[in-house]
């Protein structure tokens, strides 16, 4: 489990209204520390990339637990928005993201299942190779 990452600025890490959970974009990091960084199909490998992308949506549900209180307040994943960091050509945004959607059914079951959007980038913050967005449920 990854604990929850500070905003790098203005903003909040997770809002609650009407008991949904709108999560704030989460980068593959641990504290300041980026864990990956590049272009998914020039110097980050699919295979790297979902490793990022389960990072990320790890992140989101620590996010998500540290506003509730727990795992066991998620009732449903919602939506998950994945943005890619993308080399000229690169068109496998979609198996980037099967890292993230992954780890969500394998921490939460059916709770996990989700709609997902997966859109290829030219830049992320600090030079990041995957950020994700996440909207859930909760139970307050």
């Known amino acids: 489990m990854s604990s929850v990452n500070k905003?790098?600025?203005n903003y909040l890490p997770v809002i609650i209204h009407g008991g949904i959970a709108y999560v704030s974009g989460q980068l593959p990091r641990r504290g300041e520390d980026l864990l990956y960084a590049g272009k998914v199909g020039a110097n980050v490998?699919?295979?790297?990339?979902?490793?990022?992308?389960?990072?990320?949506?790890?992140?989101?549900?620590?996010?998500?637990?540290h506003a509730t209180g727990g795992e066991d307040r998620i009732v449903q994943v919602l939506q998950l928005v994945g943005y890619?960091?993308?080399?000229?050509?690169?068109?496998?945004?979609?198996?980037?993201m099967n890292g993230a959607s992954d780890r969500l059914i394998e921490r939460l079951g059916d709770r996990g299942r989700h709609t997902r959007t997966s859109v290829g980038v030219a830049e992320l913050p600090r030079g990041a190779p995957v950020e994700l967005s996440m909207i859930a449920a909760v139970r307050s």
């Open 84 to 96: 890619i960091a993308s080399a000229p050509g690169f068109t496998q945004q979609s198996q980037v």
């Open 7 to 9: 905003p790098g600025g």
């Open 45 to 65: 490998d699919i295979a790297a990339a979902q490793e990022a992308a389960a990072l990320c949506a790890d992140l989101c549900i620590s996010a998500i637990n």
